[in-house]
């Protein structure tokens, strides 16, 4: 390590291009470290991860390069004559570059070699010493010269005090004089005034000016209440949403893949830290500033940010976040309907194998709202990918019911289908009942394929498939229930067949006349050999006077007035009929 007075070492006279863009970029990793150092405790997995990442960077560097010089300005870091950085106006006091100007350091030397444990020691010094007003003395070049680093070298001059301005001592009240030193002191601080500017403020002095006295650097208790106010806000301070403010200005400003993608690494870290914290709201503002990343009005040089920014959100989609995530849901309670929103959007983002750690929040949570929440997610993420839906189907269908069926009800194709028909064997009435609605009033060819139900064992299921057959008139399931009616009827539950004729009525045509005709008209004695029976007759009837046609009503008429008392007795069961509907089958 150098001392303050050691021989300058000849700094090399020319930089390649690539030696140069190399240089940047690992100074850009540097500083990042050096903002994680300062926002997180040294054993913190964020700190070790960026200090890590700047081992590898001078690693690489050293690969290809000599050992990098650089040379220390007020408001900027130069590799030769070139500027590789410049230090941000927002925050400059923070800036380490700041800090080793304002300790005289003209210039710092990184050799190979360079280990990480040297890079520790150099943070650590230098992020003691970054106030004045630190308990311990000293400052960050005699650390340096004491902590005797292998891979560090530098040069220090001492010229500091009298070059940069620490403060405005023009704002700092003096002390108040006693009585009797009034008009000495009166005189004195007209002796010490500044001349004026052309009416400006008086000028601010360093604090090497030798006319400030120490009596006015004490505080008065105005000003030291003042100071603890300023310490409990910093304590206080929220990081998190101004370092995700930082790492989306570092990212927009971005012109390099290398260090595009090492912030979204970083930013990828942090944000598991932020669900834990629960700062849904921040998580949102932060992906919505990435989306806009993605806008079309993106310039074509910038196309490389896309697929970045895709791969960062499908990283993203981790079952140790996913499993977070449900925890957070499972402990959230209703009255938390900020955060519960916030999640929602958030939710939005992540990729659809999030969904399976989604089920235990439908299943344990007795809320609601939570329960309408988190459905809703499912199926804006199921409407980009439905595969988890459907292993949720297969795995948990029979536990989720009629759950499942209310996402199921949001969204549609042939796989969803393909769910509800599976729905449709649930042990659960209810649940077959309202899948076998939602299937026919999708698409009525679904009716067919759902015809083998019309013999369910379940009296309600086949209550409930005749009921969806009755809602649309259809060619094909006339002649499914023309044949079914035809073949073994008479082994059937009669109320159960009269509600079959009941159903073709409603879904049939003309086509089924002639057959209905036969079972009505056919002679009396008929009756006693099955197909006469006065339940096919009353079925016929009723069939007939739902059909309402011209050729329907024309048999209608034969029966009312034929000598059979029993064709007779079963057309009379049409009159509720013919009464609800205002119509006069005697006419």
Same mark, same amino acid.
């Given at each position: 390590?150098?001392?303050?007075?050691?021989?300058?070492?000849?700094?090399?006279?020319?930089?390649?291009?690539?030696?140069?863009?190399?240089?940047?970029?690992?100074? !850009?990793?540097?500083i990042?470290?050096?903002?994680?150092?300062?926002?997180?405790?040294?054993? %913190?997995?964020?700190?070790?991860?960026?200090?890590?990442?700047?081992?590898?960077?001078?690693?690489?560097?050293?690969?290809? *390069?000599?050992?990098?010089?650089?040379?220390?300005?007020?408001?900027?870091?130069?590799?030769?004559?070139?500027?590789? *950085?410049?230090?941000?106006?927002?925050?400059?006091?923070?800036?380490? =570059?700041?800090?080793?100007?304002?300790?005289?350091?003209?210039?710092?030397?990184?050799?190979?070699?360079l280990?990480?444990?040297?890079?520790?020691?150099?943070?650590?010094?230098?992020?003691?010493?970054?106030?004045?007003?630190?308990?311990?003395?000293?400052?960050?070049v005699?650390?340096?010269?004491?902590?005797?680093?292998?891979?560090?070298?530098?040069?220090?001059?001492?010229?500091?005090?009298?070059?940069?301005?620490?403060?405005?001592?023009?704002?700092?009240? &003096?002390?108040?004089?006693?009585?009797?030193?009034?008009?000495?002191?009166?005189? /004195?601080?007209?002796?010490?005034? &500044?001349?004026?500017?052309?009416?400006?403020?008086?000028?601010?002095?360093?604090?090497?000016?030798?006319? =400030?006295?120490?009596?006015?650097?004490?505080?008065?208790?105005?000003?030291?209440?003042?100071?603890?106010?300023?310490?409990?806000?910093?304590?206080?301070?929220?990081?998190?949403?101004?370092?995700?403010?930082?790492?989306?200005?570092?990212?927009?400003?971005?012109?390099q893949?290398?260090?595009?993608?090492?912030?979204?690494?970083?930013?990828?870290?942090?944000?598991?830290?932020?669900?834990?914290?629960?700062?849904?709201?921040?998580?949102?503002?932060?992906?919505?500033?990435?989306?806009?990343?993605?806008?079309?009005?993106?310039?074509?040089?910038?196309?490389?940010?896309?697929?970045?920014?895709?791969?960062?959100?499908?990283?993203?989609?981790?079952?140790?976040?996913?499993?977070?995530?449900?925890?957070?849901?499972?402990?959230?309670?209703?009255?938390?309907?900020?955060?519960?929103?916030?999640?929602?959007?958030?939710? *939005?983002?992540?990729?659809?194998?999030?969904?399976?750690?989604?089920? &235990?929040?439908?299943?344990?949570?007795?809320?609601?709202?939570?329960?309408?929440?988190?459905?809703?997610?499912?199926? %804006?993420?199921?409407?980009?990918?439905?595969?988890?839906?459907?292993?949720?189907?297969?795995?948990h269908?029979?536990?989720?019911?009629?759950?499942?069926?209310?996402?199921?009800?949001?969204?549609?194709?042939?796989?969803?289908?393909g769910?509800?028909?599976?729905?449709?064997? *649930? &042990?659960?009435?209810?649940?077959?009942?309202?899948?076998?609605?939602?299937?026919?009033?999708? !698409?009525?060819?679904?009716?067919?394929?759902?015809?083998?139900?019309?013999?369910?064992?379940?009296?309600?299921?086949?209550?409930?498939?005749?009921?969806?057959?009755?809602?649309?008139?259809?060619?094909?399931?006339?002649?499914?229930?023309?044949?079914?009616?035809?073949?073994?009827?008479?082994?059937?539950?009669?109320?159960?067949?009269?509600?079959?004729?009941? /159903?073709?009525?409603h879904?049939?045509?003309? /086509?089924a006349?002639?057959?209905?005709?036969?079972?009505?008209?056919?002679?009396?004695?008929?009756?006693?050999?099955?197909?006469?029976?006065?339940?096919?007759?009353?079925?016929?009837?009723?069939?007939?006077?739902?059909?309402?046609?011209?050729?329907a009503?024309n048999?209608l008429?034969?029966?009312?007035?034929?000598?059979?008392?029993?064709?007779?007795?079963?057309?009379?069961?049409?009159?509720t009929?013919?009464?609800?509907?205002?119509?006069? /089958?005697?006419?």
């Amino acid at each position: 390590m150098s001392t303050k007075e050691q021989h300058k070492i000849p700094a090399p006279t020319s930089l390649s291009g690539k030696e140069l863009r190399d240089a940047r970029q690992v100074i !850009n990793i540097f500083i990042l470290a050096w903002n994680n150092y300062g926002l997180y405790p040294e054993d %913190h997995v964020y700190t070790i991860k960026s200090l890590e990442n700047l081992v590898a960077a001078f690693s690489n560097f050293f690969t290809n *390069h000599v050992d990098l010089r650089l040379t220390v300005e007020k408001d900027s870091l130069l590799c030769n004559s070139e500027i590789i *950085h410049k230090v941000s106006q927002e925050a400059p006091s923070e800036d380490i =570059i700041t800090l080793l100007y304002r300790d005289g350091i003209k210039w710092i030397e990184f050799q190979e070699g360079l280990p990480l444990e040297e890079i520790v020691s150099f943070f650590r010094i230098a992020y003691k010493y970054r106030l004045f007003a630190e308990e311990t003395e000293g400052d960050i070049v005699t650390a340096l010269m004491d902590e005797e680093l292998e891979y560090i070298d530098f040069k220090a001059v001492d010229i500091f005090w009298q070059d940069m301005l620490l403060m405005n001592f023009s704002q700092l009240p &003096p002390p108040a004089p006693q009585p009797e030193e009034v008009a000495d002191q009166n005189e /004195t601080d007209q002796s010490q005034q &500044p001349a004026e500017s052309d009416g400006e403020d008086t000028y601010a002095r360093s604090i090497a000016d030798p006319s =400030i006295s120490d009596d006015q650097l004490e505080l008065s208790n105005t000003d030291y209440k003042i100071l603890q106010q300023m310490v409990k806000e910093e304590e206080s301070w929220d990081i998190t949403d101004d370092l995700f403010e930082l790492l989306l200005i570092i990212l927009r400003n971005q012109t390099q893949q290398e260090k595009f993608t090492a912030v979204l690494g970083f930013i990828s870290e942090v944000a598991f830290e932020t669900i834990e914290l629960e700062k849904f709201d921040l998580l949102i503002k932060l992906f919505q500033s990435l989306q806009k990343l993605l806008s079309p009005e993106i310039s074509t040089e910038q196309d490389w940010k896309i697929p970045l920014i895709d791969r960062f959100f499908h990283d993203l989609s981790k079952p140790e976040i996913f499993q977070l995530i449900s925890e957070k849901l499972l402990q959230l309670q209703t009255s938390e309907i900020e955060k519960l929103e916030a999640l929602e959007q958030v939710l *939005h983002y992540f990729s659809p194998e999030v969904i399976p750690f989604l089920v &235990p929040v439908i299943m344990q949570r007795s809320s609601h709202e939570i329960q309408q929440l988190v459905s809703e997610v499912i199926v %804006h993420l199921s409407q980009r990918d439905i595969g988890p839906l459907e292993k949720i189907a297969e795995q948990h269908g029979l536990e989720m019911g009629d759950k499942l069926l209310a996402i199921l009800n949001c969204l549609q194709g042939d796989r969803v289908n393909g769910i509800l028909f599976k729905m449709c064997e *649930h &042990p659960s009435n209810k649940v077959r009942r309202k899948a076998i609605k939602e299937l026919v009033e999708r !698409n009525l060819k679904n009716a067919q394929k759902l015809f083998s139900l019309i013999d369910d064992p379940s009296k309600e299921i086949r209550a409930c498939i005749l009921a969806a057959f009755a809602k649309h008139k259809s060619s094909v399931l006339e002649i499914l229930l023309l044949n079914y009616l035809r073949e073994n009827s008479a082994q059937k539950d009669p109320a159960h067949i009269l509600a079959c004729y009941k /159903t073709l009525g409603h879904c049939g045509s003309n /086509t089924a006349v002639p057959f209905l005709r036969r079972i009505l008209l056919s002679r009396g004695w008929i009756s006693f050999m099955g197909s006469g029976k006065l339940v096919f007759r009353e079925g016929a009837a009723i069939a007939l006077a739902l059909l309402d046609t011209p050729e329907a009503k024309n048999v209608l008429q034969k029966a009312s007035k034929s000598r059979f008392k029993v064709i007779r007795k079963a057309f009379d069961r049409t009159k509720t009929i013919s009464a609800l509907s205002g119509e006069n /089958t005697n006419d």
